[in-house]
């Protein structure tokens, strides 16, 4: 999982594409890098780390450009602690193109060795984004049939390049003395989302993001979601192109990023996060009803922040008192995204502490949006329990987690997921919960997709069917050889 934008304006785009960095923050805290076209100049400035403390005065000085594009990164190919794999990536041929990319792509093996053997392309860093990048510039170089290029050959290349990659990926590139390309894979498993704005001249100003709250903030329109498998083609002047290039798009976004990824002020796909939230705690209070009896609870709790509004519905619904015991320090990151499993389990007594008050002789109901490895888990179960509680049961709005997540979140494998190859109460004895109660599948599909006509949800990691149908077992167990941190 990473944030990515993209800005096509009349003015330096610099500080605009820093703002929306911010905003994109909670996406990726890794590193973070801008990348602006000043004509036919690129200037780019990356870093470990989060945006405030990569970018100096003089980094935002050097970013010169009307034209640019900006990303956060949280690990999940590549090493975190290595600056060089941090994004934008470069090429200088054809005509010079600067890349990022949210996602991972699944056929990698594949791809290193056709671009050594094939493409005579050199990568130069363990990044599928690289690679991702190579095959455009391999492809786009095809294309060219003179000095000039057009929006027909960008999208014929982008076309070449659904052909060869696999997996999901969200993309925004710049294009020397051209303009900014935008495209998303033919799933559209990572979101992608188009805004305009209008200067008072009259002329169009348009932007790419991960999230819809950056072109909020920024006064942009939201026009639409890229679709899945369409290239959007933004020329330096303002004029926008787009194209379907895909052969058989299908729109199946990624259940996680309305689980835990997006904030909740964000739509994607014509789905508020925040609604969807609420609606996973109704479904979820209805399965908690099933399972327990109401009166063994006297306050339901949410973990801070993302599980709130399914935390407040199940109170609501249930008609039980709610009440945050838990106080999050917020400048600690978010430990779902932290690099290292030792991080991790370091930062959650960092990140939260206990109110005894709220916790003294009570039957406790936490409320998570998820459960990954059980670490932040099991550790605020025993917070509870030393706050004085007297029960705690443990309820989460996603299914049990227990598949590898192979599109952009750092789930690689099936031994780190503390719900694989255990029963619930399994689950529940080595969280050190009383009861554990999680949400149905076909309820957290139901409560992410009503009211719209998305029909499919990449949920993988809950049920162990890959969307692109091209994740097999051998691949899991090499991803688990070779991509642990």
């Given at each position: ?12 785009v ?20 801008i ?41 999940t ?46 990568v ?40 060869r ?37 009259g ?81 979820l ?6 399972h327990m ?8 709790m ?11 519905q ?26 290292g ?46 706050a ?50 999680y ?9 992410i997709?009503?009211g ?23 691949y ?9 941190s």
């Open positions: 999982m990473c944030g990515i934008v993209g800005i096509v304006s009349t003015e330096p610099n500080q605009q594409i820093y703002d929306s960095l911010l905003l994109l923050q909670h996406r990726g805290q890794d590193s973070t890098g990348a602006t076209a000043d004509g036919p100049v690129f200037h780019l400035a990356k870093a470990s780390g989060q945006v405030r403390e990569a970018f100096r005065t003089r980094d935002m000085r050097a970013l010169i450009g009307n034209v640019g594009l900006g990303h956060v990164r949280y690990t190919r590549g090493a975190a602690e290595r600056e060089e794999e941090a994004q934008p990536f470069y090429v200088n041929a054809p005509y010079g193109i600067v890349l990022v990319h949210n996602g991972n792509l699944t056929n990698t093996r594949e791809l290193s060795e056709d671009l050594f053997r094939i493409d005579r392309r050199h130069n860093s363990t990044s599928d984004t690289e690679m991702l990048l190579n095959v455009l510039a391999t492809e786009l170089q095809g294309q060219i049939g003179g000095l000039e290029l057009d929006p027909g050959q960008i999208f014929n290349a982008v076309s070449q390049v659904h052909e990659v696999e997996g999901a990926y969200a993309c925004i590139a710049l294009i020397a003395g051209y303009g900014l390309l935008a495209f998303r894979d033919p799933w559209g498993i990572r979101p992608l989302i188009l805004g305009r704005r209008q200067t008072d001249a002329t169009d100003e348009w932007i790419v993001a991960s999230e819809s709250l950056v072109l909020e903030n920024g006064d942009y329109e939201i026009v639409r979601d890229v679709e899945p498998g369409e290239a959007v083609f933004i020329g330096t002047d303002g004029e926008l192109f787009s194209r379907q290039c895909a052969r058989d798009p299908r729109l199946v976004p990624c259940s996680f990023e309305y689980v835990y990824l997006a904030r909740p002020d964000s739509v994607m796909n014509g789905i508020s996060v925040y609604e969807a939230r609420l609606r996973m705690g109704d479904r209070a209805s399965t908690v009803a099933t009896p109401l009166g063994d609870v006297d306050v339901v949410p973990i801070p922040d993302s599980s709130r509004p399914s935390a407040m199940v109170a609501q619904r249930l008609g039980i008192e709610y009440r945050e015991g838990f106080y999050k320090n917020r400048y600690v990151g978010r430990t779902f995204i932290m690099p499993q030792a991080e991790r389990k370091r930062s959650v007594r960092q990140k939260l502490n206990a109110m005894g008050t709220e916790f003294k002789g009570k039957n406790i109901l936490i409320v998570d949006d998820s459960i990954v490895r059980g670490t932040t888990s099991q550790q605020i179960v025993q917070m509870a329990r030393d004085g509680a007297n029960k705690v049961t443990f309820c989460s709005a996603a299914p049990p987690v227990r598949y590898p997540h192979v599109y952009g979140i750092n789930m690689p494998s099936r031994q780190e997921l503390i719900a694989h190859g255990r029963k619930i109460p399994e689950i529940a004895e080595a969280l050190g919960a009383d009861h554990m109660i949400q149905e599948v076909e309820d957290l599909q139901a409560a997709t009503e719209t006509s998305i029909d499919a949800l990449d949920l993988s990691c809950f049920t162990g069917e890959y969307i692109t149908g091209t994740v097999t077992d051998e899991l167990g090499w991803l688990e050889r070779t991509q642990l």
